[in-house]
C-alpha cells in the first residue's frame, strides 16, 4: 500500500466520563474509498469529529498527509485538506445557497472559489437554479447536494462523508453511491460512514466495522460482504 | 391637539434620537444572536466609550474626529475582552459567560467611580447650539450630524454583515456553530469580532451622544433600557429588526413626550415594551426561531 493520506494510531475519544472509541487503527490510502460501518451509536460519527478536530482524543495519534493533527484545531484540519461533511448537513438555514457554498472555501481553496462554484454547479444542476434560495427552504436531497457542495468547494484531499444517503429517497440514495464513485474516480480519496451495508461495500475498497469502541472486522469490501462474522457484529449478537 | 408641522417636528427629532438608540441596540442584539448572551457589559462599555471621547476632547479632539480612533480601539478592546477574558472563563457555558459580562461591567462603572467620582461632566464644542432652520422648526446640528453618522455605522455595519467573508462566517456561526467549524471559520474569533463590533458601535454612538449629552460613571445604564426595549421589539438578533425598532422607539418617545409631557417621555417606550411581549413575544419585526 502506498504510504497512507491518513492514518490513526491508537485513537481513544469520548464524552464526559465514558469513552466512545477504545483504541483505533486504521489506514486511508490515496485514491481508496474507505467504508466506516457499524450498528446506531457505536461511535461512527464521533470518530469523524475526532478526525476534523471538533472533539478533542484522549489518546493516540492522527497523521493526515505526512502530519501529526491530532492536536490541531477544526480550522487547520480544515486548512490542511481534510473536509467533513457532518451528519445531519449542518449548512447555514438562513443564508442563500450560494453563500453557503461561497463559505467551504472561507478557510481552504479561496483563490480557485469562482471556478470551483462553476465545478460544484456542473456536479449538482439542481443547485444552481436555486443559488439565491434560503438554504433552510431546500428539500432535504437539495441540502445534502448542498452540504456535499460546500464540502467540495474547499478542494478537499480527504472527504469525510457521514451518512450521506440519511433520509433520500431510493432513487437519490442510488445517484449518491453513484456521486462518491465518481468523485474517487477523479482521484479523490473518501472515508465513507454509512448505514446502506451492502451498497458501501461493494462501492468501498476496503472497510472497517466498529462494535465496542473497536474495529471487529476489516478489510477488502467484497471480502467482508461475504463474512459471516459481519452479520454478527452488525446486529451486535 | 398639536398643528401638523409640530407633530411633524416631533417625528424628525425622535427619528434622529432613534439613530443613535439603534446604534446602541445593535452591538447587543448582534452579541445575541452569535454568542447566544445578554451581554451586561454594554451599558459599561457605553459608558467607558463617553468617557473615552470626553477625554479626547479634554486633549483638544473634537469628538466627531475622536469617533475614527475610538472606534477601531473599542474594537479591539472588544475583541481582546471576548477572546482572552470571557471566553477562556465562561468554559463554554452560557451561564457563566453571563456571569462574566455581569462582573465586567461592575469592574468598568466602579472603576469609573473610583477614577472620576460621580460628577456630571458635559463638552462645549463651537456647533453645540447650531441648529438648522427648516422653516417649520429647527434642528440641532449636532442632532442631525448623529442621524447621519448612525445611518452610515449601521450600513457599513450591513455591508459588513453581508457582502464579507468575515460577516458571512458571522452569520453563520449565529445559526451553525458545527456547520461553521467544519468549514474552517475559527469560532472564538468569530466570538470575538462580533463583541469588538458591538463595543466600536458603542463607541461611535458615544462620540455621537457627548455634544448634546452629559457623561457620568452610570450614564450608560440609561441608554442600555432603552437599547434592551428595542432588541425585544426588533426580535432577538436581528440586525435590521434593531434598526427599524431604535428608530420606531425614538419616534414612539418623541411623540409621547409631546402628548404626555417631556417628563413622560420614556412611558411610551415602556408601555409599548409591555405589549410586544404580551402579543407578539418574538419581536415586531419577528425573528425566526
Ligand atoms: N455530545 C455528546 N455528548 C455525550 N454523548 C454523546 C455525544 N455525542 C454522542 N454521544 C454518545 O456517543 C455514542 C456514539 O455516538 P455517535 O453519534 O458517534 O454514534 P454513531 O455511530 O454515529 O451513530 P448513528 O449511526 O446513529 O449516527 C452514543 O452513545 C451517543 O449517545
Ligand atoms: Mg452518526
Request: proline residues 4%.
Amino acid at each position: 500500500m502506498a504510504e497512507p493520506i491518513l492514518r490513526v494510531s491508537g485513537l481513544v475519544a469520548g464524552y464526559g466520563g465514558a469513552d466512545v472509541l477504545r483504541g483505533l487503527d486504521m489506514e486511508v490510502a490515496p485514491g481508496e474509498i474507505v467504508a466506516v460501518l457499524g450498528s446506531n451509536g457505536v461511535g461512527k460519527t464521533t470518530l469523524n469529529k475526532t478526525l476534523s478536530g471538533v472533539l478533542r482524543p484522549r489518546a493516540g495519534t492522527i497523521r493526515f498527509d505526512g502530519r501529526d493533527i491530532h492536536a490541531q484545531p477544526p480550522q487547520d484540519i480544515v486548512a490542511a485538506g481534510l473536509i467533513h461533511v457532518p451528519e445531519g448537513r449542518k449548512i447555514f438555514p438562513d443564508m442563500s445557497v450560494r453563500e453557503n457554498l461561497e463559505l467551504g472555501s472561507y478557510r481552504r481553496a479561496r483563490a480557485n472559489r469562482s471556478a470551483n462554484l462553476e465545478r460544484v454547479f456542473q456536479v449538482f444542476p439542481r443547485l444552481r437554479e436555486r443559488t439565491a434560495q434560503r438554504a433552510g427552504t431546500l428539500s432535504g436531497g437539495e441540502q445534502q447536494m448542498l452540504a456535499i457542495g460546500r464540502g467540495l468547494m474547499a478542494e478537499p484531499r480527504l472527504l469525510i462523508l457521514d451518512e450521506p444517503s440519511l433520509g433520500l429517497s431510493p432513487l437519490l440514495v442510488e445517484e449518491m453511491f453513484g456521486l462518491v464513485r465518481t468523485l474517487n474516480t477523479d482521484g479523490l480519496s473518501i472515508l465513507l460512514v454509512e448505514q446502506n451495508v451492502m451498497q458501501s461495500l461493494d462501492l468501498a475498497h476496503r472497510a472497517y466495522v466498529l462494535e465496542n469502541g473497536a474495529f471487529v472486522l476489516s478489510g477488502q469490501g467484497a471480502d467482508l460482504a461475504r463474512n459471516p462474522e459481519l452479520e454478527k457484529a452488525y446486529l451486535g449478537l | 391637539m398639536f398643528a401638523p408641522d409640530i407633530i411633524l417636528a416631533a417625528v424628525l427629532n425622535g427619528l434622529m434620537t432613534g439613530a443613535v438608540y439603534a446604534l446602541t441596540a445593535v452591538g447587543l442584539t448582534l452579541v445575541y444572536g452569535v454568542l447566544h448572551i445578554i451581554n451586561f457589559a454594554h451599558g459599561a462599555i457605553l459608558t467607558a466609550a463617553m468617557f473615552a471621547a470626553y477625554f479626547a476632547w479634554k486633549a483638544g479632539i473634537d469628538p466627531y474626529i475622536a469617533v475614527f480612533g475610538l472606534a477601531p480601539l473599542f474594537f479591539g478592546a472588544g475583541y481582546a475582552v471576548q477572546r482572552y477574558v470571557i471566553g477562556p472563563s465562561s468554559h463554554g457555558e452560557d451561564r457563566n459567560i453571563l456571569l462574566v459580562t455581569l462582573g465586567l461591567s461592575i469592574v468598568i462603572e466602579n472603576a469609573l467611580l473610583a477614577g472620576f467620582r460621580s460628577d456630571t461632566r458635559t463638552i462645549d464644542v463651537p456647533y453645540g447650539f447650531s441648529v438648522i432652520d427648516l422653516g417649520f422648526t429647527f434642528l440641532s446640528v449636532p442632532r442631525v450630524v448623529a442621524f447621519g453618522a448612525s445611518c452610515a455605522a449601521a450600513a457599513l455595519l450591513w455591508g459588513i454583515l453581508t457582502r464579507t467573508d468575515t460577516g458571512k462566517a458571522i452569520r453563520a456561526v449565529a445559526k451553525e456553530k458545527l456547520g461553521a467549524s467544519l468549514v474552517g471559520i475559527d469560532v472564538a474569533h468569530v466570538y470575538a469580532v462580533t463583541f469588538g463590533l458591538g463595543a466600536a458601535c458603542l463607541a461611535v454612538a458615544a462620540c455621537l451622544l457627548l455634544p448634546t449629552f452629559y457623561v457620568h460613571p452610570r450614564v450608560g445604564n440609561a441608554y442600555v433600557l432603552v437599547a434592551f426595549t428595542i432588541v425585544v421589539l426588533g426580535g432577538m438578533g436581528s440586525v435590521p429588526g434593531a434598526l427599524i425598532g431604535g428608530l420606531f422607539i425614538g419616534v414612539v418617545e418623541s411623540l409621547s413626550g409631546l402628548f404626555l409631557g417631556e417628563s413622560l417621555g420614556q412611558i411610551g417606550i415602556f408601555l409599548i415594551f409591555i405589549l410586544v411581549l404580551l402579543v407578539r413575544p418574538t419581536g415586531l419585526f419577528g425573528a425566526r426561531a
